[in-house]
């Protein structure tokens, strides 16, 4: 469809282009200016064909001709961060070294110098997500949370605690907000080790957004249990005693009552 139309722009009609038999007869000055002509005619040409490539491009991507916008691949406006402003995470299509995990490097053996390590204390990871231009849209499909041994850490989306200045990214089909947003992964230590985590993201043109960092972990507490019972059925124990109790108080009370009645029965009918 370009080559068709970039005909049109270069001019490519046989009968506009001077004949080489026709050159040869003229004498040299005559030749000289159809060569001089050429020449020009040719520059011409040519920056006619790239600024109507440009033109074909941006229609043919969504520009708009009247502000001269060329669409932007999504993948090449998304912005990562620790920060708004500042995508020391993910830039122009990669992720810098410091968050350079991905599909390929997911599991690998190597070891995780130069990483970004989140300490066994925290149990969050917030990144902010922006629009390098906003005047184009940019959406995703979902947010993946991957883990290289998920048998020591598992990482999960956690979309319900926006603040009144910030909202969080959901998990699946959204666009990212004018002014950006933030992707909060939430951290779930299962055993004590080490483990690459990967966030990917799916955008809208089916390209993926990867990165990632390193997740320290200790081996989870678990919960401390009483001599006799634990915490957790403590209460259930107390309401079985209870009732047994009660049951008992109830029982000996019918029983003094029954006989309080026998006894008082005997002596109400006993001659005087």
């Known amino acids: ?69 060329l669409v932007v691949p999504m993948i090449d406006r998304i912005r990562i961060g620790t920060q708004a402003g500042v995508p020391d995470v993910y830039t122009e299509g990669h992720p810098l070294s410091k968050y350079d995990v991905t599909s390929d490097t997911l599991t690998a053996s190597s070891l995780y110098h130069g990483l970004r390590i989140v300490k066994t204390w925290e149990r969050d990871a917030e990144f902010e997500v922006w629009n390098q231009d906003p005047r184009q849209k940019l959406a995703y499909e979902s947010i993946q949370v991957t883990a290289s041994h998920p048998d020591i850490v598992r990482g999960y989306i956690k979309a319900d605690s926006s603040s009144m200045f910030r909202s969080t990214l959901p998990e699946h089909d959204s666009e990212i907000p004018p002014d950006g947003g933030v992707l909060h992964i939430h951290l779930v230590c299962r055993a004590k080790g080490e483990s690459r985590v990967m966030v990917s993201v799916v955008l809208k043109t089916l390209k993926v957004v990867e990165f990632g960092f390193v997740k320290e972990c200790e ?54």
């Open 1 to 69: 469809f370009i080559e068709e139309h970039l005909d049109y722009y270069n001019g490519e009609e046989k009968e506009d282009v001077p004949d080489e038999a026709g050159a040869a007869a003229d004498n040299t000055g005559s030749g000289n200016a159809d060569t001089a002509s050429r020449d020009t005619t040719e520059e011409d040409q040519s920056s006619i064909s790239g600024f109507a490539q440009q033109q074909l491009l941006g229609t043919l991507s969504g520009g708009s001709q009247k502000n001269n916008m």
């Open 219 to 272: 081996a989870p507490r678990r919960q401390k249990q009483t001599a006799m019972f634990s915490a957790t059925t403590l209460t259930p124990v107390m309401y079985i005693i209870m009732l047994v109790v009660g049951g008992v108080v109830v029982y000996r009370l019918s029983k003094d009552v029954r006989a309080a009645n026998r006894h008082f029965a005997q002596t109400k009918y006993q001659p005087s």
